[in-house]
């Protein structure tokens, strides 16, 4: 029996299963865990030369998995030097104010890039025109993009730049929005987005790496240590996940990325192309599955949803895709043996979603695929049951919820009826569905303790609404950990080897500077980690 390398002890383990922490620590050896338990299991592994900490009351527990990001360009709408955050400005004015002194600041970047924009927050809650950005920016291309990355604006120097006219057709899956003249007004929808991406994210491949890199060591000091990396990626490059395996094989990206790409490249390309395309053995960058969206987001009304918007009684929204091409290429994946995840936060969406996974059981036979949906936000009573039925993980993020919450954009979009389905944390864990937690970075931070702090308080974070938003959907904290750790392990394939401290497992470990079950919900928001292991090596140290 062999010693262990590394000794991590505290009064506080959490497994990633269970529901409390205990008293006792993790032995490390060769990259796995030999054991999880307390001293009398550790003694037998620690030798001479076995590191041991002890880490008091810090909580130890297994490396935590956001399963749901868009990682490349998160990394490039979180680099201060690339674009400029708009999150907390209360009015276009304020905004302009600062898109105006980061322009002044940055006088060689090309593109002029405001993101996280909750134009909600607004005397006039809509996305800008073009008009309206070039009274303060004419001469330089500027691009906003609205926190849910649903609804964007542009100047009329950017729709210039990328040629958009009043003859430019929409894009599958999106709208250029026009005034009464038939001119576009420069706001643009979901997949409209498309003129804009590829010019607007590629930096030099260097300025890239660079982002890469700070987002990483920024997950490290979060206790993170693997994502899921979902289609679409966001920026132009090619293919960035091949720029992340180059820097982890130099041993510069120490981060596990699992990534799920265009279901659509189905119809013309063999899963074996697609394998090959996004395979990088040797490397922390692992590709497993296909992912597709459906529809958008309630607060602005491109949510596909069973009956009429409360506040916009004409529409139920619509599909960001044409439904059959979803359906089709569900089947098709299903046929051929491959895991697909599909955006759905409308309940028609996620109702068309679950059907057409029971289509594809019913066709071709419970394969022990893991499916998931991501989002989940308004589910009609009579549709819980079947994602444990048919083995459908929901991803969810609940910071988005707290977003929809502090201007009460989801009430006034739903109605209260349909407000008290949304979010239903504790009833998809109460069906037997295997929930998994993550945060859709960059549409909000990459940070999992506030997803923590939301799916177990559902509470804003200042404290103004200490009863909870339909608190019967507040989860406990053993089942956040467990959703950012097993649940996400189990949804991706990989819970054979992560997502628990369990013996013969891959050692991604994780001490985080609070015991989360023993403090505050504000302490829980300050919560980072002072140690992170990735496959036992030591990635980050406070």
Not at 108 to 129: A, K, S, Y
Not at 201 to 213: H, V, W
Not at 264 to 270: Q, S
Not at 319 to 342: D, F, H, N, S, W
Request: proline fraction near 7%.
């Amino acid at each position: 029996m062999g010693m262990a390398d590394l000794v991590l002890k505290s009064t506080a383990v959490f497994t990633g299963d269970g529901s409390q922490p205990f008293k006792g620590g993790v032995a490390i050896a060769d990259g796995r865990i030999l054991t999880c338990g307390d001293e009398r299991h550790l003694a037998p592994f620690v030798g001479p030369s076995t590191d041991v900490r002890d880490y008091g009351d810090r909580l130890i527990m297994p490396g935590l998995i956001d399963s749901h990001t868009h990682f490349a360009q998160g990394a490039m709408t979180t680099d201060p030097d690339f674009c400029v955050n708009l999150i907390d400005c209360t009015s276009f004015e304020q905004c302009m104010e600062r898109v105006v002194a980061f322009a002044a600041a940055h006088p060689d970047n090309e593109w002029i890039l405001g993101v996280q924009v909750i134009q909600f927050q607004w005397e006039i809650p809509e996305m800008p025109t073009a008009r309206m950005i070039d009274e303060y920016i004419s001469d330089r291309p500027v691009f906003l993009q609205q926190v849910d990355m649903h609804t964007y604006s542009a100047n009329t120097c950017a729709m210039e730049r990328v040629g958009v006219t009043r003859e430019t057709p929409d894009p599958s899956g999106g709208r250029i929005l026009h005034d009464a003249d038939g001119n576009p007004t420069g706001v643009f929808s979901n997949n409209a987005a498309v003129f804009f991406l590829s010019p607007v994210y590629n930096p030099p491949l260097d300025r890239a790496r660079e982002s890469f890199g700070k987002t990483v060591r920024r997950a490290n000091s979060l206790g993170i240590t693997s994502v899921g990396a979902v289609h679409p990626t966001f920026v132009s490059l090619d293919n960035p996940y091949e720029v992340f395996a180059d820097m982890s094989r130099k041993g510069e990206f120490p981060l596990r990325v699992f990534t799920y790409t265009d279901l659509f490249d189905l119809e013309t390309k063999t899963p074996d192309e697609v394998r090959a395309k996004y395979s990088f053995p040797g490397t922390t960058i692992e590709w497993r599955g296909f992912k597709e969206f459906v529809d958008g987001v309630c607060s602005d009304h491109t949510a596909w949803m069973l009956e009429p918007y409360a506040n916009a009684p004409e529409t139920c929204g619509e599909p960001a895709e044409k439904p059959e091409r979803v359906r089709a290429g569900i089947l098709k994946a299903c046929e051929l043996g491959y895991p697909v995840r599909i955006h759905a936060i409308g309940d028609h969406s996620i109702r068309f979603v679950l059907d057409c996974f029971e289509e594809a059981e019913r066709l071709y036979g419970k394969k022990g695929l893991r499916h998931c949906i991501e989002h989940n936000e308004t589910i009609q009573p009579e549709d819980l049951p079947r994602y444990a039925r048919l083995g459908i993980s929901p991803a969810m993020q609940p910071w988005h919820m707290l977003l929809d919450m502090a201007d009460l954009a989801k009430d006034a979009a739903v109605g209260p009826e349909r407000a008290a389905l949304s979010w239903p944390l504790h009833s998809l864990l109460a069906s037997g569905a295997n929930v998994h937690l993550g945060s859709d970075f960059p549409v909000v931070g990459i940070e999992p303790m506030e997803e923590v702090y939301g799916a177990v308080y559902r509470m804003l974070e200042d404290g103004s609404n200490p009863d909870g938003w339909f608190p019967a959907e507040r989860i406990s904290m053993a089942e956040a950990l467990r959703a950012y750790t097993y649940g996400s392990a189990y949804a991706m394939g990989l819970d054979d080897r992560l997502g628990t401290l369990a013996a013969g497992k891959t050692a991604d470990v994780c001490v985080l500077d609070h015991n989360l079950f023993a403090c505050s919900p504000s302490e829980v928001l300050a919560t980072q980690a002072s140690l992170t292991v990735l496959g036992g090596q030591v990635v980050f140290e406070a």
